[in-house]
């Protein structure tokens, strides 16, 4: 019986319908016209996580849609930037927000910017590590940037901590990360 399982699982694996990702649309979730923008090549060889630590983490698909609405307000207003900074933002609903996306420099990471893909957990992960379905949203995320070209298959993994000085993604996400594929800790 077990192996008919795991057969079936590598089955599942193999078409990709063991995913359940879900990537809302920059106009799924009301984003502003960024000022400007900039492509950026693909893949890349770097992916960045890191944390909102404000706004707090979002359960549902409207509270995630008033985070993401936040951070690009603050990253525009306030900061003076084109956009919302991140390449995505992941809530704890376990859906991925389009950020500046695939092939766009995002603004997360200074001397990684152009090279990396930056990925936000919504919320303040000092304490507490995310959901299980957020994580899982990001393990889905990456893997489908691998799969698309759009990440490299040897690409590294890192904390936004270890590209400058920041707590950021917080302590607890950060222990998590260090058991994920692909961490590095000096990039």
């Known amino acids: 019986m077990y192996r008919n399982v795991y057969t079936l699982l590598l ?3 193999a078409t990709g319908g063991s995913s359940a990702l879900n990537i809302i649309s920059r ?3 009301g984003a502003r016209d960024p000022t400007s923008t900039q492509g ?3 893949p ?3 992916v960045v996580i890191h944390h909102s630590e404000s706004p707090g983490a979002c ?3 409207a509270d995630c849609i008033d985070a993401m609405q936040s951070m690009q307000n603050y990253h525009m207003d306030s900061n003076g930037w084109a956009d919302i900074g991140y390449s995505f933002g992941v809530g704890s609903d376990g859906n991925a927000y389009t950020g500046r996306g695939w092939s766009r420099v995002g603004a997360h990471a200074p001397g990684y910017n152009s090279q990396s ?4 957990l919504i919320g303040n992960w000092m304490n507490d590590v995310p959901p299980s379905q957020q994580l899982q949203a990001v393990h889905e995320l990456i893997q489908y940037g691998v799969d698309n070209g759009k990440i490299s298959s040897s690409y590294k993994l890192v904390g936004h901590r270890e590209v400058t000085a920041t707590d950021c993604p917080g302590d607890s996400l950060y ?3 260090q058991s994920w594929a692909h ?5």
Do not use: L
């Open 11 to 13: 089955i599942i694996a």
């Open 27 to 29: 106009d799924g979730w």
């Open 40 to 42: 950026m090549a693909n």
């Open 44 to 46: 890349v060889p770097y």
């Open 59 to 61: 359960y549902s698909k």
């Open 117 to 120: 893909i930056g990925i936000c």
């Open 175 to 177: 222990r998590e990360i």
């Open 183 to 187: 961490y590095t800790p000096n990039p």
